[in-house]
């Protein structure tokens, strides 16, 4: 497997909307993530999790709960919405994922994921397995 691309909209720490772009030339392709702690490092290791599996870990490995994830000044601001959306390559196909939470005027969270592969849009019922399948 082969990310291309990771996009956070108010994602934790994250505010707004903000893109990576990994590395993709075959002799040159590591990409460091360096910061001082507490900067978000480790935020962007769980919005990969969260992403495939819909999971998101605090430091004790306890599940974060949904009204959690979203950024706390971009929902002071009435944003209702946080997702991650990744652009990766795997078995010679080319894949979209993204996985969104809506909340409603309640604060209820609504989770849902969307994956493509090549042109084809994957049955939501599927995208567990074909995450499982493609990263066991």
């Not at 910061?35 to 490092?41: A, I």
């Not at 974060?64 to 795997?90: R, Y």
Request: charged share 35%; net charge negative.
């Amino acid at each position: 497997m082969k990310i291309s691309k990771l996009l956070l909209q108010n994602w934790m720490v994250f505010k707004g909307r903000q893109e990576i772009k990994f590395p993709q030339d075959e002799n040159s392709n590591v990409l460091v993530i360096f910061g001082e702690n507490m900067r978000g490092k480790t935020c962007l290791l769980n919005s990969l999790r969260w992403c495939f599996y819909g999971e998101a870990q605090d430091r004790q490995k306890k599940n974060i709960e949904p009204q959690k994830l979203i950024n706390i000044e971009a929902h002071e601001d009435g944003e209702k919405e946080v997702s991650v959306e990744i652009e990766f390559s795997a078995d010679g196909h080319e894949y979209y994922l993204k996985r969104e939470i809506k909340f409603d005027s309640d604060n209820k969270a609504s989770v849902k994921p969307f994956m493509r592969e090549d042109d084809r849009v994957v049955k939501g019922g599927e995208v567990p397995n074909l995450i499982d399948y493609l990263i066991p």
